[in-house]
T-cell receptor, first 114, second 110 residues
Framework: SAVISQKPSRDICQRGTSLTIQCQVD?????MFWYRQQPGQSLTLIAT?????????ESGFVIDKFPISRPNLTFSTLTVSNMSPEDSSIYLC???????????FGDGTRLSIL | GQNIDQPTEMTATEGAIVQINCTYQ??????LFWYQQHAGEAPTFLSY????GLEEKGRFSSFLSRSKGYSYLLLKELQMKDSASYLC???????????FGTGTRLTVIP
């Protein structure tokens, strides 16, 4: 299975600032996803990171707030912009490697906004 | 739309068997996944069903009925370390992303 490295693992940020989270995979993967897990909640898909084109966002998530880059088949970034306390969550990167393969997750980024 | 339902919490005794149910109504279906998530950690993959029937993997088994939109995760010989949240997720057809249920927090007691 793919090994997914995510950083930073955690951060504490000030209101109004932005943070970029990186996701690196040890092999080329067709699809990469970004999820959010708010405290005590399950995972919610933010967007699919598309290589070479704009990310595909789920309802309730917009590019201005969560810009995503995917410059190649092994790397993606998610930026959380103009942060507010409501953005305090765990952000998780996940990859799809094939029809008969499970999706695996990075260790997540625990973000707290003061 | 996507609707995936699981019980919020369950409690079971060490050494016993517990069944966690998941029902789903989704616009597309390309497999159902179960993940385990310990507090403060990322989800880890447990099992995957795409065809009807039972998949067994050690102490864990998962069952799927596509016609009923129903799955369950069966944990046998419960251990204290099995105390965690168990997440049911359906993979969307075509898009291949996952939609998660609310998760079931399992507490194993001595």
């Amino acid at each position: 299975s793919a090994v997914i490295s995510q950083k930073p693992s955690r951060d504490i940020c000030q209101r109004g600032t932005s943070l970029t989270i990186q996701c690196q995979v040890d092999s080329q993967v067709t699809m990469m996803f970004w999820y959010r897990q708010q405290p005590g909640q399950s995972l919610t898909l933010i967007a699919t990171a598309n290589q070479g084109s704009e990310a595909t966002y789920e309802s309730g998530f917009v590019i201005d707030k969560f810009p995503i880059s995917r410059p190649n088949l092994t790397f993606s970034t998610l930026t959380v912009s103009n942060m507010s306390p409501e953005d305090s969550s765990i952000y998780l990167c996940s990859v799809f490697t094939g029809e008969d393969q499970p999706q695996h997750f990075g260790d997540g980024t625990r973000l707290s906004i003061l | 739309g996507q609707n995936i339902d699981q019980p919020t919490e369950m409690t079971a005794t060490e050494g016993a068997i517990v069944q966690i149910n998941c029902t789903y109504q989704t616009s597309g279906f390309n497999g159902l996944f179960w993940y385990q998530q310990h507090a403060g950690e990322a989800p880890t993959f447990l099992s995957y069903n795409v065809l009807d029937g039972l998949e067994e993997k050690g102490r864990f088994s998962s069952f799927l009925s596509r016609s009923k939109g129903y799955s369950y995760l069966l944990l046998k010989e419960l251990q204290m370390k099995d105390s965690a949240s168990y997440l049911c997720a359906v993979r969307d057809e075509g898009a291949n992303n996952l939609f998660f249920g609310t998760g079931t927090r399992l507490t194993v007691i001595p």
